[in-house]
C-alpha cells in the first residue's frame, strides 16, 4: 500500500533551521578547541624534546671526542624541535585567523538568514491584515445601502429602528467577526444596533468619534470612514476598528446624506490570531515578540498582550520602512536584538499604513 507523502511544518522548518546554525556554531568551536589542545601536545612534547636534547649534549661534552658524533644528533634534535615550535606557532596563528572567519561567516549567515525569514513572516502578517480589512470597507458601503437603514433614517419612529435593528442583526448572523453594527442619525446618535440585546447603544452620541465625521463629510456612497485600534463604549470598551459610511436618500451613491452607518470589526479576533500564530519554532517564541504598530510606533497587536500599552521606537528602522521591509541588529538594553520590519503593503484599493514587527532576542 502507497504511504502518503506529507510535507514538513512551518514550526519543523524552523526547528531544522535552527540546529543547522546552530550545528555550524559547534562545529566552529569544536575545531577551535581541538586544535588548541593539539598545539598545547605540541608544546608539551617540544618542551620534553627540548630538555632531552639540552642533557644529551651535556652528556656529549663529559664524553669528550667519544661523545661528538652524539652531540652533533643531540644539536639536530633541538634544532628539529625549534623547527617544530615555529611551524606550530606558525599553524596557530594561521588557524586562529580561519577558525574566527568561520565563526564570523556562521554569525553572519544565521543574520542573513533569519532576518530574511522573519522579515518575511512580518510581511505574511500585515499582508494578511490588509487583505481581511479590504472586505470590510466593501461590507460597510454595501450595507449602507440597506432598505431598512436607509427608511430607519428616512421615516424615524419605533417601528423603522425597531426593523432595522432586525435587519443588522441578520447581517451580524452571517459575519461573526463584528461585535456590533449601529445606525446613526446626522447629529451622531445611534438610533438602531444589530446586538441591541447585548449592546445598549441606542441613544448614545457618536458625534465625537473619528468613524463618524468621515463619513459625515463624505462626499458619495463610494467612501468610507475608518477609526485605528481604540477600545469602544459602544461594546462595553472591547478592541474595535471601526468602518463607517454614509446612508444616502433612496440608498443611491450620490444621494442627500441622511444619516451614517457604522460596523464595529472584532480587532483582537483577527490581530492577536494572527501575530501569536505567526510560525516560529518555541525556542524562538520564548525570546520574540511579534506586534502590529502605526506610524508612531504604537501597539496595535501584539505577542505580549500589550495593546495600546505600550510604545516601539521605529526611529532606526525608518530606512527599512521607506523600502518596504528590512531588518536590522541593534542593542536593546544592552542585548544584541533582531528587528525585522514589513511596511503595509495594500490589497486592491485599501492599505492600512501599519508596520509589522518581529523583535528576537539573539543573547550575548
Not at 77 to 86: D, E, R, Y
Not at 101 to 123: F, K, M, N, P, Y
Not at 187 to 214: D, Q
Amino acid at each position: 500500500m502507497a504511504t502518503q507523502q506529507t510535507q514538513p511544518s512551518d514550526s519543523a522548518k524552523t526547528d531544522s533551521f535552527d540546529k543547522w546554525i546552530e550545528n555550524i556554531r559547534h562545529l566552529s568551536k569544536s575545531i577551535s578547541s581541538k586544535m588548541n589542545n593539539s598545539l598545547r601536545q605540541i608544546d608539551d612534547i617540544n618542551m620534553r624534546v627540548r630538555l632531552l636534547s639540552f642533557n644529551a649534549q651535556i652528556q656529549a661534552a663529559k664524553a669528550g671526542d667519544a661523545g661528538r658524533t652524539f652531540a652533533v644528533v643531540a644539536n639536530e634534535i633541538g634544532n628539529l624541535s625549534t623547527n617544530t615550535a615555529q611551524v606550530a606557532e606558525g599553524l596557530a596563528e594561521e588557524t586562529k585567523h580561519d577558525i574566527a572567519q568561520l565563526s564570523e561567516i556562521s554569525d553572519r549567515l544565521d543574520s542573513v538568514v533569519r532576518g530574511g525569514r522573519l522579515v518575511d513572516l512580518a510581511l505574511t502578517n500585515i499582508d494578511l491584515i490588509d487583505r481581511n480589512l479590504y472586505e470590510r470597507s466593501c461590507d460597510v458601503r454595501w450595507w449602507a445601502t440597506d432598505a431598512s437603514a436607509v427608511n430607519a433614517l428616512s421615516f424615524p419612529g419605533t417601528d423603522s429602528s425597531r426593523h432595522a435593528c432586525e435587519r443588522l442583526g441578520v447581517i451580524l448572523n452571517a459575519y461573526t467577526v463584528y461585535y456590533d453594527i449601529v445606525l446613526c442619525d446626522l447629529n451622531g446618535t445611534v438610533i438602531a444596533n444589530g446586538r441591541s440585546a447585548k449592546y445598549k447603544s441606542i441613544g448614545m452620541n457618536v458625534a465625537a468619534n473619528e468613524w463618524f465625521r468621515k463619513a459625515r463629510t463624505s462626499a458619495s456612497g463610494d467612501d468610507f470612514g475608518f477609526e485605528t485600534v481604540h477600545a469602544s463604549p459602544l461594546v462595553q470598551g472591547q478592541h474595535i476598528l471601526a468602518y463607517s459610511c454614509g446612508v444616502r436618500r433612496d440608498g443611491q451613491p450620490n444621494g442627500e446624506l441622511i444619516g451614517v452607518l457604522g460596523i464595529l470589526f472584532n480587532w483582537e479576533a483577527l490581530a492577536q490570531t494572527i501575530v501569536h500564530r505567526t510560525p516560529l519554532s518555541k525556542s524562538e517564541k520564548e525570546v520574540s515578540r511579534v506586534c502590529i504598530v502605526d506610524s508612531s510606533g504604537t501597539i496595535l497587536a501584539d505577542s505580549k498582550n500589550a495593546i495600546l500599552k505600550d510604545r516601539v521606537n521605529i526611529s532606526h528602522l525608518e530606512s527599512f520602512i521607506l523600502q518596504g521591509k528590512g531588518f536590522t541588529i541593534a542593542e536593546d538594553h544592552g542585548t544584541p536584538t533582531l528587528f525585522a520590519v514589513a511596511t503595509s503593503p495594500g490589497y486592491e484599493t485599501y492599505s492600512t499604513g501599519w508596520h509589522s514587527l518581529i523583535i528576537q532576542t539573539l543573547g550575548t
